[in-house]
Each structure stands twice: as structure tokens, then as C-alpha cells.
């Protein structure tokens, strides 16, 4: 997962994940960077997990669990973002592909 340094400002960071998607991102608010970090950090538990070769029944649903969490996370994202790009003719393109690209990617 890509790490990025807080400012006020804006925020820029740039990783290769190894799973074919681009992690070069810019989060431009400390406010939306926020907002990110659970989801980040649930994801990476969600990827972790798929390394560690045994699973109880209780670890499935935990795992379950996250995933629904993640997936509920990830569209309430997606309507802000749709929302935003709606009222922000000049973020109305840019908004719309990010936001259809997220749902893609949660299929």
C-alpha cells in the first residue's frame, strides 16, 4: 500500500501494488485522505489474510465481515463522489470515470 506523507495543502503518493491496478493518486484534501485510511486499512487486511494458509469458521465471518464493511464503505464513497462531480461541472468527467472505475473494481 502506498504511503503518504499529511499536509494541509494536499496530499501525493505512488506505489506499485503488484495487482495490475494504478496506485498513483493524489489526494488533494487532509479531509478525504481521512476518509481513506479505514478503508485502506481494512482492504490490506482483506489482502493479508489471503497469505495465511489455515482459517477457522470464526476468521471466515470476520473475514465476511470486513469484506461487507469494505463494500458498503466503497459505495458510500462512490455517492459522494457521484454527488461532488454533480455539482462541480469542472470535476463532473473526472469524478464520474473515478467513480465508475471504484464500482468496477468492487464487482
Same mark, same amino acid.
Given at each position: 500500500?502506498?504511503? #503518504?506523507?499529511? #499536509? ?7 506505489? #506499485? ?23 485502506? #486499512? ?66
Amino acid at each position: 500500500m502506498a504511503t #503518504s506523507p499529511c #499536509s494541509s495543502s494536499g496530499v501525493s503518493s505512488s506505489s #506499485s501494488s503488484g495487482f495490475g491496478m494504478d496506485t498513483g493518486l493524489e489526494i488533494k484534501t487532509k479531509s478525504v485522505e481521512q476518509t481513506l485510511v479505514p478503508l485502506i #486499512s481494512q482492504i490490506t487486511t482483506l489482502i493479508n489474510h489471503k497469505e495465511k494458509p489455515k482459517k477457522s469458521e470464526k476468521t471466515l465471518q470476520a473475514i465476511q465481515r470486513v469484506g461487507q464493511a469494505v463494500n458498503q464503505a466503497v459505495g458510500r464513497f462512490v455517492t459522494v463522489g457521484e454527488t461532488i462531480g454533480n455539482e462541480n461541472r469542472e470535476l463532473k468527467e473526472e469524478m464520474g470515470f473515478a467513480c465508475s472505475e471504484a464500482r468496477r473494481a468492487g464487482e
